[in-house]
């Protein structure tokens, strides 16, 4: 099965990819293994598919996914650090929007590095003005229906474009295609990479490698501010969330800090703990609203009763499965947990508790399982020097996923798995542990709506502004 539906629906409705490279997107038929499909005739270098997913995992899911992570880190920390904000508490009119612009700004410049919002200064803004659009975009509105929305995409087009030339007019000819190749303005070797392979593509112009990389931005911040905003919220809505979270930074701390970095706390340790772990895959579970669409390339297959020919799509929801009362554990008749509510502790089994975890208590997973159950004291990596130690023992709590297989899943799943999945994460905790870190905050407002518009696009997006004070610890 292949996910090419949503692809070409997405470059082309939602990133405005021009109809001629649509149009060779669709017909590249071999798939993406390093061989292709037996019946395929895609000449190697059009097997866009493929050569854009094998890129991606190189970039962010392999060795450059850890100076990538970095990267991020120094500038969202970088971002907090000097914000005007000092002692006493500061009003401020919305939450989301202030968490957005933090993470859409770190995020550029660690993929895409400084020039192109130095290019390009109205970025952030026309971003999130499109991006608030872009459900109606996947519908297929037309421009007069929607022309604002339109006028915001063609911008945010505009911008990438303006930085492409910039890219092509500074990069060196002679520059490694194998590590990560950072440079502070022109970006990460993976954007430099992604402009040589698209040159070998004749359907691939100007504005295809705009939609395109779009379409790459949008993927490493909308869902991934979304998540951001949920995640906070719901802590700080939680006052033993919110206690729970300050005790894992507290046991991160680092007793030796770096000097010449911005983090006093050892990342990978906070985000080990099994506390951040629940509440991140609670988060995900209960405000992931993705439409995984498949379809059948050269066969037709068989499943139960059922036939789905080649070529028919197929859809399956993540917001069902993550509510189906079925599958998962809503607590006991004296303290209850309904799946429409937030439970940070959903996630973590218990050994003395057989109640406890994910699952229903008494479900007996009918698929295989990709995620075996930890023991306590497996659950944490080897303490590095310099770090606090966290006691694990065997009646500690610990995170688990065991028996979630096709339950949980918010960046679906096979071979078309969201392979930018790894810095997502990295991305929504270290913007938790970095507002922890430097700031005290409280909500003053009411809670958000839900944006019912965004379902089927990924993580649900927030309605309504919340009202929140801030100041510096």
């Known amino acids: 099965m292949t996910n ?20 060779f997107l669709a017909a590249d038929d071999s798939g993406l293994n ?41 500038m969202m920390m970088g971002r907090f650090a000097s914000q005007d904000i000092f002692s006493e508490w500061v009003e401020m009119p919305d939450f989301y929007s202030f ?9 550029v410049e660690a993929m895409c590095g400084s020039q192109i919002l130095s290019l390009n200064p109205t970025f952030c803004e026309d971003f999130w003005k499109f991006d608030a659009g872009l459900p109606n975009l996947a519908k297929g509105y037309p421009w007069w229906l929607i022309p604002s929305t339109y006028r915001a995409r ?22 490694s295609e194998d590590d990560d190749g950072f440079d502070p303005k022109l970006g990460a070797g993976l954007m430099r990479y992604r402009q040589k392979m698209w040159s070998k593509m004749e359907a691939i112009d100007a504005g295809a490698m705009a939609s395109e990389d779009l379409g790459m931005l949008w993927g490493a911040n909308a869902n991934s501010a979304h998540t951001a905003f949920w995640l906070v919220y719901e802590v700080l809505r939680s006052p ?69 020919p080649r070529g028919q799509a197929v859809g399956v929801s993540t917001y069902d499965a993550h509510h189906a009362e079925k599958f998962w554990n809503t607590g006991s008749e004296d303290d209850p947990h309904p799946l429409n509510e937030f439970w940070a502790e959903r996630f973590l089994v218990y050994p003395e508790d057989s109640s406890s975890g994910p699952l229903k208590p008494g479900y007996i997973p009918k698929l295989k399982q990709t995620h075996p159950r930890p023991r306590p004291s497996s659950s944490l990596p080897p303490q590095p020097a310099g770090t606090a130690a966290v006691a694990a023992s065997d009646k500690a709590p610990y995170f688990s996923i065991d028996g979630l297989s096709g339950i949980w899943i918010p960046y679906g799943g096979g071979q078309n798995i969201c392979p930018g ?24 407002g009411p809670g958000p709506d839900i944006d019912w518009r965004t379902y089927g696009t990924g993580v ?14």
């Not at 790894?422 to 870190?437: G, P, V, Y």
């Open 240 to 308: 033993s969330a919110t206690l729970g979270v300050r005790d894992a930074l507290h046991s991160a701390q680092a007793q030796e800090p770096n000097p010449s970095s911005r983090l006093h706390f050892d990342f990978d340790l906070f985000c080990s703990s099994p506390l951040i772990q629940s509440i991140y895959a609670e988060t995900l579970r209960l405000r992931s609203s993705m439409l995984i669409m498949r379809q059948l390339s050269h066969k037709d297959f068989s499943l139960n009763d059922w036939l789905i």
């Open 460 to 473: 649900l997006a927030p309605r309504n502004s919340v009202r929140f004070r801030i100041r510096r610890r």
């Open 99 to 107: 968490l957005k612009v933090q993470i859409f700004n770190a995020s």
């Open 4 to 23: 090419k539906i949503y692809r070409v629906l997405a470059v082309s409705n939602m990133f405005g990819m021009p109809a001629k490279a649509k149009d």
């Open 34 to 74: 390093s061989k292709p499909h037996p019946t395929s005739n895609v000449k190697p270098e059009h097997r866009i598919d493929y050569l854009t997913h094998v890129t991606l995992l190189r970039f962010i899911s392999g060795p450059g996914l850890k100076p990538l992570v970095s990267r991020f880190k120094e």
């Open 154 to 175: 063609d911008r945010c087009l505009a911008h990438v474009k303006k930085w492409h030339l910039f890219l092509r007019e500074h990069s060196s000819r002679e520059e």
């Open 421 to 444: 999945r790894h810095f997502a994460k990295q991305e929504i905790l270290l913007t938790l542990a970095s507002l922890f870190s430097y700031f005290e905050i409280e909500l003053t």
